[in-house]
């Protein structure tokens, strides 16, 4: 059974820096899997933040958060990272990793695992 435990989230102020965590357990060779970070804010959709190719290491940002956001990921512990750095308030959301075997995609819908979300606020 499949299961992703997201972590570090916390309530901080404009300008802090936190770094997510995503636990990864029942999942078959690990590095073969594309990973996403998503968050969604009260009343929003559900939007991409960043992605992961667990065995280049290659990855990408959305627009909003390129230059303040770093994923990485540690096949060895089976655990996916968000660095967030330089927060803002628009940052707040529920932050959620996901895993997917076959797309590289930005779209939630093509992913088809989940962990339960890691709330994020950031106040001014």
């Known amino acids: 059974q499949v299961q992703l435990v997201e972590s570090g989230g916390e309530s901080v102020q404009t300008g802090a820096s936190l770094r997510l965590s995503c636990a990864a357990s029942g999942l078959t060779f690990f590095s073969t899997y594309l990973v996403g970070w998503f968050r969604q804010a009260p009343g929003k959709e559900r939007e991409f933040v960043a992605r992961?190719?667990?065995?280049?290491?290659?990855?990408d940002y959305a627009q909003a958060v390129k230059g303040r956001f770093a994923i990485s990921r540690d096949n060895a512990k089976n655990t996916v990272y968000l660095q967030m750095n330089s927060l803002k308030p628009e940052d707040t959301a529920v932050y959620f990793c996901?895993?997917?075997?076959?797309?590289?995609?930005?779209?939630?819908?093509?992913?088809?695992?989940w962990g339960q979300g890691t709330q994020v606020t950031v106040f001014s």
């Open positions: 992961i190719k667990l065995n280049s290491g290659f990855s």
């Open positions: 996901a895993f997917d075997r076959r797309r590289w995609s930005v779209v939630p819908s093509s992913y088809d695992y």
